[in-house]
């Protein structure tokens, strides 16, 4: 179908970061940050009309050095934070900042598109989210459905939880958890829990997963050996509180009940490389996006452990309608899990995939070499979920 | 010559072979026409022409004719013949009756004499008879006398006659009286000495005629005795009954006696049958009493424990008696075939006996007597057939708790015969009782040990499986680092030196070999085993069940495919246990264990399976699992192993190669002056699996390339694309370039995929390994900033890879283009960009 197929876009730059505009609800927006050693970076503000199958680009300069990681405020359009390496006197030190975006660069990009590269505007720093004690931080998250008032930085093997005032523009740290036990531990990744009212964070270190509670800053569960090799990422089940998915270099994502830790609920291995990402999509938690460095990207249906175990019933009406090839062998037998599609438009490994905030069936992932690639979920299964 | 022709004439005419004077004395007309006949036959003869000729006709002129007309002939004469003719005739006619004359003169003569003395012979008997008239009447007047003497005696002998047959009916009488009144006394006597079937016998006669006369008081008085002692012997027998002290012989007379006193049938059939049960019942004690452990078998057991534990490991069943057989767990100090004997010589033999004599005393016995009509022959029955059944079964229960002690597989043939010799005997029983379920049950315990036997084995093969496993860990977890290092040493070359060095024969084909034969060796003789099920002179195995069912669902399905479906599971177990573990399995016994069920499928299960279905001819009627499926079972597990072991191998070198990248500061590193001695490591490394795959899977096809295609080819390609590209991505203009080369190069390559399937050759397995560390370099580099030195090493490094990593992989430009991406990655990684130059690289790589 012409309107399934892959949008891509191309940046100059190598790029890991990505993520979408949390608060925009209205727009399809993601914003990729670059990585270059020797040139600014940037910020890619990618604007994606769903109408006409086109992609708007804007350009911010984030000049201080390259984005490892970023992430946008869920209150405040205009607010994110990246997490970026800074080189000074040959040495790299690892930074997180929070920015605001320039107010009039939307206004610019739509008065004259093709000089936009050209002539970039630069973020505005609100804040530094670092102190003297902790740094190299590995990643920033917010709040989920929060104010924008609170964030958390995991820093080596540090989590810091932050209280952002006076509009961003002053951060001072609440309360601090750390990681303690042999050798030099340091924090690869992690995943503010929207549920249990936003108190509780998983994050990742080596092969083991724990679970923290932000009140106490105490450890509440922990998962050891939760993959054979270095754990990538995780992420929360939106819907169901105790569900969690988490990836890593044995080629495998996992599901984990966290009330029971001993045993994934299930297990994945699709990919044929290590795993780097993984996204529950925000509406239809069954949809299960993960990105990986074999350059591929795979959609699966987890609709077994998603909260809607039994799916909708199908109008056979509405399947015959799309001679789309998914259909056939799950239209009249119960769902089963299965991999929805795999994407192979990315040539090198792929770091990170998102769906988007204002549209549950549109996501985007990113290549190391800069290739940012839209897709929408097959339009056979969007009907069957929800119909 | 007349003489002789009459003498024939006479014999061919009456066929009488007596002489001529023996027929003298016959009666004279027969004679005389006997004579006449004679005479004719003469004349006949003298005159053949005529006399022959002429039939015995009416003719009137035939002269020998009984219708002879002397007339006619005389006028036929007169009118034929001429004169001379008639002279003849007449001389003829005259000798002829000349000769006639002669001889009726002769006969005349010849009778006159026995008339004579015929004569005399008449006047002597004359004489006699009158003399003997005489004799007859002096005789007759002698029998008058005698018979009227004998009636005078008879006559007075008359009364006394009747007086004496009086006399004895009154003595017969007497002295059935005389018994009678001796009757008490006779019983008491016999009661003393216990004669109680002459008792009995005594009670018999007389029980009819004391009921008769009853009324007479002294009768009464006597049966009433009788009645007393009766009873008190009845008491006495029942008590004997009761007791049991006594035989079954002893114990069927009781029953006997007392059903001949009249006792309740039914009542005497429980009895008996009680009497029995306790009998048997103290047999199965005794049984029971075998299964129970003994206090000091345990004791035993703990002084032998270390010797029965040696011999059961070495699995020698070394069987020498009963008190060290190779039971693992002996809880009876018997073992079966004496424990399964005795219960046959004890039990068995007894309830035979027992069935016997009941159906002699209350079946066969009762069919002929009038018992038959009360049905007492159906009632017993039925009383027999509960009192075996329940019997039966609760030895039933025991035997099989005895079987079920048997868990040692040491010795089978023990358990087969002692179940043979179980089953046989109680085909006895089906003699017996032809309807009884217990033969049956009996087949079915049979059955249930076989299948409990042969689960047994196979849990047995189980662990012998995971056994020799262990210690197949074992031989390569000692001389693993002698291993390594003999065959570092040898610089990568094949281990045909380094292995001698060694003390155990412990290399991978050998305990590959070793393995596979001892598993092997294990199967045959379990298969051996199991088929004493199945042997001729067993009498079960005739039976359907150990015909065809037992030989495809028992040995077939559920041992044979199922220890080799057990193998493949178990290797799969160690592909997904090992995975989150970190490695627990050395990566030897996967590569081992995939060559393993390699071979499986290509010949052993294959061989396994021929040699089940021959040995025990196995008719399939029920559906059997395929060669085929299990062949893709082994198939499979084979694969995963060898899959699981290049992502194991390829782990250790990634982590050796993401320790290094990691650990390091790549800006503020020195410049390089040598190769990283991680890089030699992994290099090393890749070398001895080099060797210990080669040792068990086969070369493999590579991609052809160049002859040689040594290092000198790499250093050209690889110098002149480095250098391109660099000139191309230090162009301050022209960001976009910078990954251009990369693009292009992957628009034409194939998508690499790094973990994926691997083929069952070294090639092919090495490829894996190499694919997964590269990778991993390559992304570890990716996460990292390097200075102009920190590119530098890594150029060095990857230029020492380069040399020494093509000769594993399949397509030598896998490694070209991974080594050139780890390369362009670091350059981009890299904040003063300064590459080295290859000559410099190339001699740096030379030194080592």
């Known amino acids: ?387 | 010559m007349g003489a002789h022709g009459l003498c024939c004439g006479r014999l061919f005419m009456d066929g009488e072979a007596v002489g001529s004077e023996a027929v003298s004395e016959d009666s004279g007309p027969g004679r005389r026409h006997r004579v006449h006949g004679m005479l004719k036959l003469y004349y006949g003869l003298n005159e053949e022409g005529k006399a022959e000729e002429q039939p015995e006709s009416l003719d009137p002129c035939d002269i020998n004719g009984p219708h002879f007309d002397p007339e006619l002939f005389l006028n036929k004469l007169r009118r034929e013949c001429s004169l001379a003719e008639l002279m003849d005739q007449e001389t003829c006619m005259v000798k002829q009756i000349r000769s006639l004359d002669s001889d009726m003169q002769t006969l005349v003569y010849e009778n006159y004499n026995k008339f004579i003395s015929a004569t005399d012979t008449i006047r002597k008997m004359k004489n006699d008879f009158k003399k003997m008239e005489d004799e007859m009447d002096c005789l007759s007047a002698n029998m008058a006398a005698i018979t009227e003497f004998s009636a005078r005696i008879s006559g007075t002998l008359q009364d006394q006659h009747a007086q004496i047959t009086k006399l004895s009916g009154v003595h017969t009488l007497l002295r059935k009286l005389q018994f009678l009144f001796e009757l008490p006394a006779r019983l008491n006597k016999c009661l003393e000495l216990q004669a109680y079937a002459q008792a009995v016998r005594s009670h018999r006669r007389a029980r009819c005629v004391l009921q008769q006369y009853s009324h007479l008081p002294s009768f009464k008085g006597i049966q009433d005795d009788c009645h007393a002692i009766m009873d008190k012997l009845a008491q006495e027998l029942r008590q004997k009954f009761r007791d049991g002290g006594s035989s079954a012989k002893d114990l069927s007379e009781c029953v006997e006696l007392l059903l001949q006193l009249d006792e309740p049938a039914e009542e005497l059939c429980d009895k008996f049958l009680s009497h029995a049960q306790s009998r048997l019942e103290s047999d199965l004690q005794g049984l029971e009493a075998e299964i129970r452990p003994y206090p000091s078998a345990s004791a035993m057991k703990d002084a032998s424990g270390h010797r029965l534990s040696s011999t059961a490991a070495a699995g020698s069943p070394t069987y020498n008696s009963p008190k060290t057989s190779t039971i693992p767990s002996p809880t009876s100090n018997t073992d079966i075939l004496e424990f399964i004997d005795r219960g046959c010589n004890e039990f068995v033999s007894s309830l035979c006996l027992v069935i016997t004599s009941y159906q002699e005393l209350f079946i066969n016995h009762a069919q002929k007597g009038e018992l038959a009509s009360k049905n007492i022959p159906q009632m017993a029955n039925g009383k027999l057939n509960a009192f075996v059944d329940d019997l039966a079964a609760r030895y039933f229960s025991l035997v099989e708790r005895r079987i079920q002690e048997e868990k040692g597989v040491a010795d089978n043939s023990l358990l087969v015969r002692a179940l043979d010799r179980f089953h046989r005997r109680l085909q006895a029983v089906t003699k017996l009782l032809p309807g009884s379920a217990v033969p049956n049950q009996g087949t079915e315990i049979v059955i249930r040990a076989a299948t409990e036997r042969v689960k047994q084995y196979l849990s047995a093969l189980q662990s012998f499986y995971m056994d020799s496993l262990t210690d197949v860990r074992q031989a390569l977890a000692t001389p693993r680092l002698s291993v390594a290092s003999a065959s570092v040493a040898g610089g990568g070359a094949h281990l045909g030196g380094p292995a001698s060095g060694r003390d155990a024969p412990n290399s991978l084909p050998e305990l590959l070999s070793s393995l596979s034969a001892s598993i092997l060796n294990q199967i045959k003789s379990v298969l051996a085993s199991v088929h004493l099920f199945t042997a001729k002179d067993i009498t079960f195995s005739n039976k359907p069940y150990f015909k065809g069912e037992f030989c495809s669902q028992g040995v077939r399905e559920s041992l044979v495919v199922s220890f080799i479906k057990f193998v493949c599971q178990s290797s799969r177990q160690f592909c997904e246990s090992a995975g989150d573990k970190g490695g627990s399995t050395p990566p030897a016994l996967l590569l081992l264990l995939s060559r393993l069920c390699l071979d499986y499928e290509t010949s052993t299960i294959s061989y396994i399976l021929t040699l089940t279905d021959e040995q025990f001819l196995v008719q399939h009627h029920s559906p059997v699992t395929p060669v085929t499926t299990l062949c893709a079972e082994a198939r499979e597990a084979a694969q995963k192993l060898l899959n699981h072991y290049v992502k194991v191998q390829g782990l250790i070198i990634s982590q050796m190669l993401r320790k290094s990248v990691e650990t390091r500061d790549w800006v503020n590193t020195i410049e390089p002056r040598n190769v990283r001695a991680v890089m030699k490591r992994v290099v090393e490394d890749t070398t001895s699996i080099d060797v210990q795959v080669g040792l068990l899977y086969e070369e493999g096809v590579r991609k052809a390339h160049s002859s040689d295609s040594s290092k000198r080819t790499f250093s050209v390609y690889s110098s002149s694309r480095q250098q391109a590209r660099y000139a191309a991505s230090y162009t301050p203009s022209a960001p976009m370039d910078t990954n251009l080369l990369s693009n292009i190069h992957k628009l034409f390559s194939e998508r690499i995929d790094i973990f994926s399937s691997v083929e069952f050759n070294k090639v092919s397995v090495m490829t894996g390994i190499i694919k997964i560390s590269l990778k991993t370099f390559l992304e570890c580099v990716r996460l990292r900033t390097f200075g102009r030195y920190g590119l530098q090493q890594i150029q060095v490094d990857c230029h020492y890879l380069q040399m020494y990593l093509w000769r594993f992989v399949s397509d030598e430009n896998l490694v070209h283009f991974m080594l050139d991406e780890i390369v362009g990655s670091s350059a981009h990684r890299c904040l003063d960009p300064a590459p080295m130059e290859q000559s410099v690289i190339e001699v740096i790589c030379e030194r080592g």
């Not at chain 1, 932050?162 to 001072?172: I, M």
């Open chain 1, 1 to 387: 179908m012409e309107d399934d197929a892959p949008v891509i876009y191309g940046l100059e730059f190598q790029a890991r970061a990505l993520t979408a505009q949390t608060a925009e609800t209205d727009a399809i927006r993601f914003l990729v940050g670059t990585q270059s050693l020797k040139f600014d970076n940037q910020i890619h503000i990618i604007d994606f009309d769903d109408e006409n199958n086109i992609i708007n680009k804007n350009v911010l300069l984030h000049q201080a050095g390259e984005i490892w990681h970023i992430g946008a405020s869920p209150a405040d359009k205009a607010v994110l934070t990246t997490c970026y390496n800074k080189t000074s006197d040959s040495r790299v030190v690892s930074c997180a900042a929070v920015w605001r975006m320039p107010s009039d660069w939307e206004t610019g990009s739509h008065e004259s598109p093709d000089d936009s590269a050209h002539n970039p505007q630069t973020l505005e720093l609100l804040c530094h989210l670092d102190d003297s004690a902790h740094s190299n931080a590995a990643c920033v998250l917010w709040e989920p459905m929060g104010d924008g008032k609170r964030v958390i930085s995991l820093a080596d093997n540090h989590a810091l939880l932050w209280d952002l005032q006076e509009s961003s523009t002053q951060a001072t740290v609440s309360s601090t958890a750390t990681l303690e036990g042999k050798g030099q531990l340091k924090f690869t990744s992690g995943k503010w829990s929207p549920h249990h009212n936003c108190s509780q964070l998983a994050t990742a270190n080596d092969t083991a997963i724990r679970g923290w509670d932000l009140r106490t800053m105490s450890q509440i569960y922990c998962i050891e050996n939760a993959h054979g090799q270095l754990v990538r990422d995780l992420d929360f089940n939106p819907n169901r509180q105790y569900y969690l998915a988490s990836c890593g270099d044995d080629c495998k994502v996992k599901f984990w009940d966290v009330r029971n830790v001993q045993e994934p609920v299930k297990s994945l291995e699709e990919h044929s490389h290590w795993v780097w990402s993984v996204r529950y999509n925000h509406s239809h938690d069954q949809l299960v996006l993960t990105a990986s460095s074999d350059s591929r990207l795979i959609l699966s249906n987890m609709v077994s452990i998603s909260s809607e175990p039994f799916g909708h019933l199908v109008d056979d009406e509405e399947l015959s309608e799309g001679e789309d090839n998914h259909q056939e062998d799950k239209s009249k037998e119960p769902l089963k899990d299965s991999v929805v599609s795999t994407y192979e438009e990315h040539e090198d490994s792929v770091y990170a995939a998102e769906w988007s905030s204002a549209d549950p069936w549109l996501f985007a992932s990113l290549s190391y070499d800069g290739r940012l690639v839209i897709n929408r979920v097959p339009r056979a299964l969007k009907y069957r979920i929800l119909l």
